[in-house]
């Protein structure tokens, strides 16, 4: 295996030793410090590397990542998905949503019976399940925006990685045995990914070509031509509701980060559509409101999940209630992170009992997804997360063309109250229409710190996806973590809905001392259904990089010297 991703990066080396030769000038900022990068996979990692060796940018890096785990990342890494890039570049924060769409087609009750009951797995898998994918417009205007190599340089890897195939990681044979039950039958999935098998070399020559296609012809290589008509032909196959007009007209939209002072630093998160940044936000200053309660509280002591719980329970509460697409929806944001609000939500904390969750209402009158982190030398960062939603997406595997579709229309609330896959419920806000965005949980943040970067991270785990964020952040200011321990530290999850659930990472229990004192408390305290997050962390210390892929997955960290 060694030998052969050797000699395939030595290929890219080759490529992009050219392409910088031909690269504009250099960037403007100074070389302040080693680049850095924390990616779900080794190849994804390899490829970061090349490029930020051979001069690329942060967003240059995760361009060329983004393509090369849709070809080693197939459970979550994607053309057929969407998701969320934010952007520290020459000291300015930028946010790329490039979150899926509803189909023109959706309608509200479309997951609904004759009777009005939830058809099941309608909205999560096979071709209903599918929303018009954003990725591809994504990586290809972050790029314009940002990029310095050549974008045909970038597309390369990926091309290279599913022409000469790469050997599958056995964490990807298991997502893939996981998935099975429910994927099996969908005309294609088995013909195009049933030859997985751990340690073997994978092959993908319809995808290079449809790579090929983008990097001759840009986003028009997806969107338009023959992708396109691929993408249609086997939606009127199955059903599927995208059309070729859904597809043309497709744009990702540049909004502002969500920016909020906290501790003298600078966070920025993600925004509607995204629920992340809110509610990370929320949990931080909720946390300093209660500074005096947690003052002395061992990591994942039962007091410590307590509060935690009680603070998730009001934040999930706003977000079932009041968050959405914006462009369908007018969302309270300045409000919802306004210190009084954050104020009186921390008064309502019970410091003792568990609030009852239908004592917890919105205050204003959840596998497989994945993450990268990137800091250039120039010191910008990238934090990008994207998704099929759960692994391997609807299942659906565009014929002739070797990708995966989303099942991103089950984030979308089907009918109020109704728990999606990840159990949040939602309200008319996130309800289905067309040309709508579905209410994400992704967060990617980066903090600053006068000005320069600090902390780059961001996870997969769906619902649990703001947890991880939070602890994380909060595992290495408030106790100190280095940022291997604090990626791989025991986590734990509570979303007010199943009332009183506290669940932990399966892998990495709370201690059970904690777990017996919660259950005297009246909380049930189980391991989560499956291994939640996989958080990929940068953190500044002094001058240089820590950089740590969290152990629950087949990540790899750098720090590039
Ligand atoms: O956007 C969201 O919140 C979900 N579609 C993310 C799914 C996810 O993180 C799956 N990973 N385990």
Redesign the pocket.
Known sequence: MNQRIVRLFLLFSMLFAAACQHAPGPATQPQTVPAAIAIADAYGAQVASAVLDAGGTAVDAAVAVAFSLAVTYPE?GNLGGGGFMLTWMDGQGAFLDY?EVAPAAATRDMYLDAQGQVVDNLSLTGYKAVAVPGTVAGMSEAHRRYGRLPWKELLAPAIELADQGFVVPSLLAVNLQEELPRLAAIPGFLHYFGGLRNGEIFRQPELAATLRRIQAEGAAGFYQGETASLIVDEMRRGGGLVTAADLSGYRPVWREPLLASWRGYQVLSAPPP?S?GIAVLQLLKLRDLLAEDFRGLAHNSPQYVHLTAEMEKRVYADRAEYLGDPAFIDIPVALLVADDYIARRAAGIDRRAISAPGSVHPGLE????THFSIVDRWGNAVSN?Y?L???FGSGVVVGGAGFLLNN?MD?FSVKPGQPNY?GVVGSAANEVQPGKR?????TPTILLEDGRVKMVLGS????T?ITSVYQTIVNVLDFGMSAADAVAATRFHHQLLPADLVTFSPSRPLPSGTIQALAKRGYRVQPHD?E?GDVQLILRDAEDWQAASDPRGRGEARVLH
Not at 460 to 463: A, E, M, Q, T, V
């Open positions: 979550a979150r995204s992340g959840p596998h497989d997804t997360t998704t939603n759960t692994g991103e984030d990840y579905m209410l994400s949980s992704m997969p785990g769906g619902s996806i499956w939640f």
